[in-house]
């Protein structure tokens, strides 16, 4: 018998302890550097569950509050690469945030600890 994702906690909806509980595996996707897919295909489930909530609000902030969303434009300058190159790679990249069904971010805390991986 499979265990549900979450047991919402009283006085809570189990659609709300859902959303909670994606964020909390989206982040620790991030925090252990998974694979770009993993972490791509988290924010998007949870970008399609916020756009069903009603108010649009995240449970959690899915970005830390000290930390800067990036445009491809920004981004390309940091890595001296073209725009067209940090859309390519955007799928791969554990740094990458889907803001809006058609707006990519790029987290700037994230972009660093992968430039001091390579490294």
Not at 60 to 67: F, L, Y
Request: charged share 25%; aromatic share 6%.
């Amino acid at each position: 018998m499979t265990r549900p994702l979450v047991d919402a906690p009283p006085g809570t909806s189990s659609f709300a302890a859902l959303i909670t509980a994606l964020e909390r595996r989206a982040t620790d996707a991030d925090r252990i550097h998974a694979t770009a897919e993993v972490a791509v295909v988290l924010r998007d489930v949870l970008a399609e569950l916020h756009a069903v909530v009603g108010n649009g609000e995240p449970a959690e902030p899915s970005v830390a509050p000290d930390d800067q969303l990036l445009t491809a434009p920004e981004v390309a300058a940091r890595l001296g690469c073209s725009v067209k190159l940090v859309y390519r790679s955007a799928g791969r990249w554990p740094f990458t945030r889907r803001v809006g069904s058609r707006t990519l971010r790029f987290s700037a805390a994230g972009l660093q600890r992968w430039l001091e991986r390579r490294r």
